[in-house]
């Protein structure tokens, strides 16, 4: 009996994978991270506390636009900082309990995580 991983069942980069956030009554969809993605972010996070802070924000910012390309710069921008530590915690979560949990519990439409 021969065993198949089918990787070409896995979303792609181009791909939704069913996680999102509501803003302003615009949903944005997740993009899926890729290992080149990973990598970049972990070199980003590695040295971020020795940053000041407004560049420290400025790489958060954008990795946020990275993961959620629909979201236009307007609305990056005026963000809260509850909101956007709200967004990081919500990705963070997501990679630490896979997409499929995620999904799961993305059902649910509640608050944002207190800060």
């Not at 993605?37 to 990795?63: H, N, Q, S, W, Y």
């Amino acid at each position: 009996m021969t065993k198949l991983l089918n990787l070409d069942a896995l979303p792609t980069n181009k791909d939704s994978i069913g996680l999102s956030i509501k803003l302003k009554g615009e949903t944005y969809e997740m993009r899926p991270l890729s290992v080149r993605r990973f990598i970049e972010t972990v070199k980003v996070l590695d040295g971020l506390d020795k940053k000041p802070v407004e560049e420290g924000a400025g790489i958060m910012l954008g990795m946020i636009a990275d993961t959620f390309p629909t979201m236009p710069k307007e609305v990056l921008d005026d963000l809260s900082f509850d909101q956007m530590t709200a967004i990081l915690e919500f990705v963070n979560s997501v990679g630490q309990t896979g997409s499929e949990d995620a999904g799961e519990a993305g059902e649910d439409e509640g608050n944002a995580p207190a800060a």
